[in-house]
T-cell receptor, first 114, second 111 residues
Framework: DTAVSQTPKYLVTQMGNDKSIKCEQN?????MYWYKQDSKKFLKIMFS???????INETVPNRFSPKSPDKAHLNLHINSLELGDSAVYFC?????????????FGPGTRLTVL | SQQGEEDPQALSIQEGENATMNCSYK?????LQWYRQNSGRGLVHLIL?????REKHSGRLRVTLDTSKKSSSLLITASRAADTASYFC???????????FGTGTRLTIIP
């Protein structure tokens, strides 16, 4: 009965590789997000999708490409991984009016780039 | 630039005491939200307070908002060991979709 799930939970990879993180929500929400949390716990939004359409794209390198096959899924693909990409990546979802309702977060994916 | 700054960065108190965390922000907001993050887990929404509200309660939580000072506080009363976590404030601007998170307060409850 997990509301927002992410896979994998841990990802260790070499610099230069390409990797994907998957996110699924079973809450019926229209809007999904990707956040990055760095080693100092600072949490910053990366992308937001509403009904499969991109609505927020913060200043993120174009090596990061989100893909939403349907409104229940928002995947994050990262090309040419760099050391600075090491972080915890959180997926979240929301229903209702923009900015008014709470967001539901997944458990996070800890990415380590060696 | 970062919207929210939280104070203190870390707080340790004895179980049963009250814990107060503060959040300051820079521009006018639509609403402010508080989230909790247990170690190694995702964030959990605690409470949302709108810009026209001054105080909200939820169980042992009390949130205040002072828009003139651009600040908010989260009070946890009668703390428990299970309250040990990081607490984040997040602001939403008018006409804007996104949450902008503060730096967080690491709360440790000593049994």
């Amino acid at each position: 009965d997990t509301a927002v799930s992410q896979t994998p939970k841990y990802l260790v990879t070499q610099m230069g590789n390409d990797k994907s993180i998957k996110c699924e929500q079973n809450l019926g929400h229209d809007t999904m997000y990707w956040y990055k949390q760095d080693s100092k716990k600072f949490l910053k939004i990366m992308f937001s999708y509403n009904n499969k359409e991109l609505i927020i794209n913060e200043t993120v390198p174009n090596r990061f490409s989100p893909k939403s096959p349907d409104k229940a899924h928002l995947n994050l693909h990262i090309n040419s991984l760099e050391l600075g990409d090491s972080a915890v990546y959180f997926c979240a979802s929301r229903q209702g009016l923009a900015g008014v309702n709470e967001q539901f977060f997944g458990p996070g994916t800890r990415l380590t780039v060696l | 630039s970062q919207q929210g700054e939280e104070d203190p960065q870390a707080l340790s108190i004895q179980e049963g005491e009250n814990a107060t965390m503060n959040c300051s922000y820079k521009t006018s907001i639509n609403n402010l939200q508080w989230y909790r993050q247990n170690s190694g887990r995702g964030l959990v929404h605690l409470i949302l307070i709108r810009s026209n509200e001054r105080e909200k309660h939820s169980g042992r939580l009390r949130v205040t908002l002072d828009t003139s000072k651009k600040s908010s506080s989260l009070l946890i009363t009668a703390s428990r060991a299970a309250d040990t976590a990081s607490y984040f404030c997040a602001t939403v601007l008018f006409g804007n979709e996104k949450l902008t998170f503060g730096t967080g307060t690491r709360l440790t409850i000593i049994p």
